[in-house]
Each structure stands twice: as C-alpha cells, then as structure tokens.
C-alpha cells in the first residue's frame, strides 16, 4: 500500500479559490494537514501508533510546511478561512470536543460511581450518611434514623430463634417486639413449617409476619446444605403436615414387615446424627400441629432430630454437579441485594413508561367518563436486548429445573407499587443475611428484569402480569418456579377474586404441577380481609326473569368465610394450613376514627375543599374510577391544592414520583383510585376521605388502613350522597355494623365560604374543557385531511385557533379565580359553629384543631350521637330524611 502510495505523483496545491476548482488536476480531497505516516514502509503495530504520530507531527519540517500552508490567515472564495500553524495534530477542533465530552462524560461517571460506592459502603455502618446522599425510595426507611435499640432490648424476638443478621437489621429499624400477627404466626412458621393463613388489621405488620419466616427459612435451607455439602435443590425440607403423612406410612411399615433393615437403617441415621449434630437443631424441623407455640424449645430439637431422621432415611442425595448449571448471570455475587432503586434511576422506565399495559396488575375500573388520555403500551420494548422467546413453552410438571442458583420464594402481589414496597421491607430486613429480592412488575423494561433474575436472586417478587409473560418467554431462573420452597401471596382475597388476574391461575398451576414439591413448598397466605365476604352485586341476587318471561331463581349464593377460606386452600394448593386471623373489626385498625358526610353530589367537592382547607394535613383522596381521578385532579389543582393524582392509566414513573412526593410531604394531597387501596405504607397519612362510597368493603377496609397504621391514630371520611344511600347502606351490613358511621361535624354554614370558590373553579374548568374539545376537533379535521391526502383550499382549513370570546371568557375566569383564592377563605374572627342534625349550636371549634381532634371531640362530648342500624330499610329512611336537611346549602 505504502509503495503504492510513494510511487504515485504527489503535488502541493496553494490555497487559493475553492479547491474543488482544482478537480481538473486530479485533485481528489482535501483531508486534514496531518501526517499519516504513509511514507513508512514498514508496518506499525496499532500500540506503537499513536506515540509515533505526535513524534512525526513533531519531526515535520517547518520550511515544508510552509511551502504547504499559508502562513497567516487567508480567506478563501467560499467564506472560509484557512490559518497556518505550527503543531498541527490529527484532532482539531470537532474532534477534540469529543474528547473533551467524553473525559468530561467519564469524570462524571467517576463521581456518580464514587457517590454510589460511598453509599453503599455507608449502607452498612449509618443511614443517615445514606440519606445525605439519596432520597429515599417508596418503601424505604424514610426518616432515615437508625433506631438506637441494643441487642437486650431484642430479648422478645427470642423465642423465635430468628438468625443473628436479621434480629441485628430488626433491631436498626427499631422494631422492639413481634406485632400480634408476628408473635402468632411466627412460631408455627418457623418452627412448624406450617402453612399460615393470616387475617390482621390493616397496618399491623403482615409483611414480615410471612417475610421472616422466609428469610430465616432460606439462610437455614443454605446452612444446611453447605453444612452438609449437598446441592440445595436436594435438601430434605418438608412441612410438618407432610411429615406427618410420611411418618404414618413408615409406622405402617413398620408393623407390616417388622423388617430388620428398619433398625439397621436406624443405626446408621444414629451414626449421621452425630454427624449431623448441628444441622439439626436448626429450629425449622419440627413443629406439633396444634401446638406449635407451647412446644419448648427442647422439645423442638429433640423432634427436629427424630424428624430429620425420616428424611435423611428417606433421601438418596446426588451430588451437585457444577456442569448442571445453566447459569447465564454476568453480575457479580458481591451484589447482596438488587436494590430496586437501581432499576427507578435509570432509563429503563423512560422505556417503559409506556408499558402501563400489564395485565396482571390490579386495574382500576375506570368508567370511561372521559375520552382523553388513552393507556399508553410500549411497541418498543418486545424484543430489546437478546431476550430469547420461546413460545408455548410446554415444560412437564416433574422436570426440576436447576440453573445452580435455586429460586427460594415467590411473593405475588396485586400491584406494583405494592410489589415495590414488600421487596424494600425484605431487603431492609435482609441486610445482612446476603439474600437477594428481585421485583418483577410491568411498567418497566422487561430486559432489565431479566438481567436482575440472571444473577439469581433467592426471592422474587412479582405482580402476575409481568411474571407469567417473563415465565413464558422460558426465563431460566424462573423454570425454578415449580420447586421454590415458600410461597407468599399478598392481599390474597383481592388476588383471587374471578376475572382480575387471568396469568393467576396459570402461575399456580405451574406452581402445583409436581406433586413433591407442592407438598413441600411453605405457603403463605394474608390479608386484611381474608375473612369478610361481601354482599353477591344485585344482578346475581334473588329472581331472574328470562327473555320468554320466564322467572327462574338464581342458585348462587353469597359464599361464607369458611367457603372462602376452603376455596384460598385449594386454589392454592396449601396443607393444614394453620389460621391466624386477629381481625377485630373486620380489618379496620383500632385506632382508626371513622366519620361520614352526607351531601348532595354537587356538595361534594364544597365539602371536600372544606376539609383540605380547613383541616391541613396528608391526604389521601379515594375515587371509584379513572375518570373521577382525572376530574378531581384537574379541579382541585384549579383551586391550588396541588394535589398528586394516582392511578393505573398513568406511567409507572409519574406513579412512583407521585406517591414519593406525596410521603415527602405532610401536607400532601393525593387523589387515587383503588390502585392506591391496598397495602402502601405511606406513614403519618392523617385522613383518607372515600370521594365515593367503595365498591365493596374490603376495598372500604383497605382504603381506610391507608391511615392509623402500626399504632398510629387516624382519620376516615366517607362522603356520600343520595344515590349511594344503598352501597353505604351493603357496606354497612358487611362489615356488621350495629350503629351509623357517625357524621363528621360540619355544617352546610361552615363549608359556605368555600361554595363560591367551588362555583368558579367549575366554570373555568367547564371553558377549559370546552377550548380543548374544539382545539382537539380542529386538529383531528387537519389530521383526517391530511391522511386522506385531500388539498385543502385556505377557505377550508379549519381554525385551529378557538373561538377568541373563549379565549377571553377563559382569561376573565381565571382572573377572577386568582383574586378569590388570594382572599383567605375562613378570616380571622370567623365562627366555626356547626350544627349538627341533633343539636345545631353544639360544637364550637377552635382553629388550631385537626380533623381527628375535631371528630374525637364531638364523639367524646356525646352531642354526636350514634344512631343504631336496626334494618335496611330503617337506615335508608333515615339517610333520605338526612339529605332532605343537607341538600340545599
Ligand atoms: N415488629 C414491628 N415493630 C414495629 N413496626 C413494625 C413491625 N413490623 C412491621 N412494622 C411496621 O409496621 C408498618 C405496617 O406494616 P405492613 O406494611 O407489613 O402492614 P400490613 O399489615 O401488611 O398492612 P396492610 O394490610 O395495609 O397491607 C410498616 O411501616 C412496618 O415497617
């Protein structure tokens, strides 16, 4: 090439006119004044390369240069101006700009990554330092204190023999003692290995009553395996209801052959049990059936040990074979948990946004009210990455699939958000066991979940949707579905219920499919309300009358809690499941104060206003649709509330900012569907006001425990209007209700002043809407147009513009609003005098109270008084009496 290039004629050209002038000389390009080297003949290695440019541009000879180069500036025909110079380097400007951008770029990632090593090295040692850093996420410890408990202040925990790592993160997170549902479940959990079916208050701590048994049981599965050298896919771990079964057939055994190899066999179990002294008195082995919690711990490790012994007869161990594993992970085994942060902060949401089409998460049934805002679905993410799809994936039930970094737990929940916050209680709790909880939910980019499962995290939790697809598309890690060995599902009566979550009863299916391990998998199932069955919907209740006048009578019936809890075992597939169920109001907590207003539907937002206003605090706002969402938002957001909207049309990062906003502020407003109603720890929420009266009550019982959680107090408001009289009415008698839900102490009087406000917020938002809707149909005429390829004459294209007395009125309105909203609304001096239906001069309230306080007072001065439910019929008479008084303000 070099030769070549020497042999052909070189000539230098002056710089004078453009050059592509020159293009009759042969002139072919001008390229950058730098020595390539071509003049070499001999080959350089790419290593020595660069050195010898700058060596070369170095040894140039000036006088050659400037027979080439101009010396000074000259400006060319075209505009452009070629300078002379003396070290010229192959990177002029452009390119070191590059490079500048890139050192730049590569400086920044340093310190993000040097940020990032700090927190985590800080993780260990204080959260605090954390906090300084980073914000914390949805779930996590918000306050950011570490609690300043000793290991003798750990003393109630135990009992439970829960493993030194996790009592050290208990006791940072300054939990003292077990909640009830910890301190009932806990022992047959852990000690019994039983199936626990739990119902308890909302808020009282049901995530770690299943979170911990699982965590102790996983570090004890890997003890014992790496105790006694053996795979963990071939640890004999069974339930106790199971080994009851096994223990029967041997003693069955026994009887029939009276055989001599049963003692020798017990001979050389004695043997191993010397051996395997230690790994028997791991706590998890034994466990009576119905009396799990007074067996001492004596008696437990001499079961265990008689236990194991059954198993350790019963098992042929093979051993672990490296070349099994079908590992796929690049991450690293230093990475103790995946933090789901992780997955927040970077990009993969920008992705997936759009994604908010999973549909095996809960939904809110929206009532299509309104026409914008479509659900967004990424058509990008199907097939970013190298993920291999593998279609109707048809595996056999009995194949144990074992990618050599087993798949311990599967928790399914109903929501993401939900699914959120559960993995950062576990890994909080986690901290120093070295487990990893990996969170699969849709919204975000599937390809990053997959790189999280590649490197094998012991848990996973999931909402449905996202699962069963990732499942399907052959996931290696999750082909270990079949044999985890525990098995939580949150907020189990929601997850249940027909229609929700089609890839539900797929996913338990593959779950059930070998018979060996079902029975050997420890199932977890809570809820709040586990136990409440609500009214059958009108249209499956009493007559039908068919199409040909016939009447038939419907033959399905409103299930009893015994049926629904029977139906929970078998679906499920759990055995002799041990039932905890401490609810004592049906599910609400005890420290929950509830309240209702009764109003006319236009009144609502009057009243609604009145609350936010007058009695400031964090709230949230429950609606029964998207729609309803939407249009209090947008309302509200008029009237300076700024309130946070939730709800599952919205992307999944707006969701997540949304929510962390709303905890970081304690006056925050948030305006949710029911996606928001179950099982989000949000602490210090002050009121939840129902907007609409539930659908059913387990939704009423979730939505209120969003408020007065772990032995906080709180506040509910139920607003309902005519029309609702009889859900209130259904939700009353489901969660048997003797009396009333009493009224909150406010008064047509005291919401007054907020009427006008509420009038020319709805007038400005009515022209809003209008200018849109006109805009909207104005740029779907110029689109149509367009699409059809149609000419359009000027005549015929339409106005985008709106009608400009719209535009006017608009701004009138909007004027008008700022000045009324710039006047406080209640001035000083103003009288909150309320008159209740029964006594109108009773209560007077100072303006320093809050809205608990307020009702606390009026219930504990007896001038409100709890009026007794004695019938259907009763109440609603009363309730029409109650609006008639209420209507008109
Ligand atoms: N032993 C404990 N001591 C103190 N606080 C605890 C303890 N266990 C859990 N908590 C805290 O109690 C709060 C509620 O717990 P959790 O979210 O598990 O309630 P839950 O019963 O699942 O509620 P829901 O029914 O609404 O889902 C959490 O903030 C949690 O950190």
Known sequence: MSKKINNLKWESVAFDGFPTSMMDKGFVALEECTDYGLDKNSRRSKKAKKPEKRKNIENINPQMVKSEVPQKKIKLSNGFTVEACKNITPSTTNDAKDKKKKQNRKEKKNKIKQVNQNATDVTTNSKATVKKNRKPKLGENASGETSDLTPVDMLSWAEFKLPEEILKALMELGFKQPTKIQQL???????????????????????????????????????????????????????????????????????????????????????????????????????????????????????????????????????KKKEESIDEGNDSDEQNYIHLSDMFDSDDLRSSDEDSNDAGE???????????????????????????????????????????????????????????????????????????????????????????????????????????????????????????????????????????????????????????????????????????????????????????????????????????????????????????????????????????????????????????????????????????????????????????????????????????????????????????????????????????????????????????????????????????????????????????????????????????LLAAARALEALQLRARRLRAAAAWRTRAARDLDLLLDDDDVPDVQVDPSIDKALRFKKRQLESMLSRPLFPTGFSFKYPTLNDPNALQVTSNENALQVMKNALESGKLKRDKRKGKNESLLKLGKAFKKTVKI
């Open 185 to 319: 479940s806990l022992p047959a959990a852990i000690h019994g290995r039983r199936d626990i079916l739990g119902a308890a208050e909302t808020g009282s701590g049901k995530t770690l009553a299943f979170g911990l048994p699982i965590l102790s049981g996983i570090m004890k599965l890997k003890e014992k395996a790496a105790l006694k050298g053996l795979d963990v896919y071939d640890i004999p771990y069974r339930k106790s209801s199971v080994k009851k079964k096994s223990e029967e057939i041997i003693s069955k055994d026994k009887k029939n052959n009276k055989n001599k190899k049963f003692r020798k066999d017990q001979r050389q179990i004695r043997n191993k049990k010397e051996v395997n002294k230690e790994s028997s008195e791991d706590g998890y082995i034994s466990g009576d059936d119905d009396e799990d919690e007074q067996i001492s711990s004596k008696e437990i490790r001499t079961k265990g040990k008689n236990d194991e012994d059954d198993f350790i007869e019963e098992i042929v161990v093979p051993i």
């Open 362 to 756: 809960d939904d809110d049934d929206d009532d299509g009210d309104e026409t914008y805002g479509v659900d967004e679905v990424d058509t990008n993410e199907e097939g970013m990455g190298c993920v291999k799809v593998i279609d109707n994936i048809d595996l056999p039930g009995h194949v144990t699939v074992k990618t050599g970094k087993p798949l311990y737990c599967l928790i399914l929940t109903p929501t993401r958000e939900l699914a959120l916050q559960i993995s950062r209680h576990l890994i909080a709790a986690a901290k120093y066991t070295g487990i990893k909880v990996a969170t699969i939910v849709g919204g975000m980019a599937a390809v990053k979940q997959e790189r999280v499962l590649r490197s094998g995290p012991e848990v996973v939790v999931a909402t449905p949707g996202r699962l069963w697809e990732l499942l399907s598309q052959g996931q290696p890690h999750l082909q270990q579905l079949p044999s985890v060995k525990f098995l939580a599902i949150d907020e189990t009566d929601r997850m249940i219920e027909r229609g929700h979550f089609d890839e539900l009863q797929p996913l338990l299916e593959r779950l059930n499919s070998d018979e060996g391990h079902k029975n050997a998998r420890q199932n977890f199932v809570f809820s709040a309300t586990l136990t409440l069955v609500h009214d059958l919907p009108a249209h499956m209740k009493g007559k039908k009358v068919t199409k040909r006048g016939k009447i038939l009578n419907r033959k399905v019936e409103k299930m009893t809690p015994q049926q629904k809890i029977k139906r929970l075992i078998n679906m499920i597939g759990m055995t002799d499941p041990k039932v905890v169920d401490i609810t004592t109001q049906l599910g609400t907590a005890e420290t929950l104060t509830e309240s209702r207003i009764a109003c006319s539907l236009d009144q609502k937002d009057v009243y609604l206003y009145y609350i936010l206003k007058r009695h400031p605090g964090r709230t949230i706002v429950f609606c029964n649709s998207i729609g309803s969402v939407r249009r209090l938002a947008q309302l509200l957001s008029l009237l300076k509330c700024q309130p946070l909207p939730l709800h599952a049309s919205m992307p999944q990062r707006q969701r997540l900012k949304n929510l962390e906003r709303f905890r970081d502020d304690p006056l925050g407003v948030l305006v949710a569907t029911d996606v928001a109603a179950r099982g989000l720890d949000i602490p210090n929420v002050d009121h939840v006001i129902h907007y609409q009266v539930p659908k059913t009550a387990e939704n009423y019982v979730h939505r209120s425990g969003r408020t007065a959680r772990a032995t906080k107090e709180g506040l509910t408001i139920l607003m309902m209007e005519p029309a609702e009289a009889y859900s209130y009415a259904k939700l009353c008698r489901t969660l048997n209700k003797t009396s009333e839900i009493p009224a909150f102490p406010v008064s047509a009087q005291d919401a007054a002043p907020a009427q006008q």
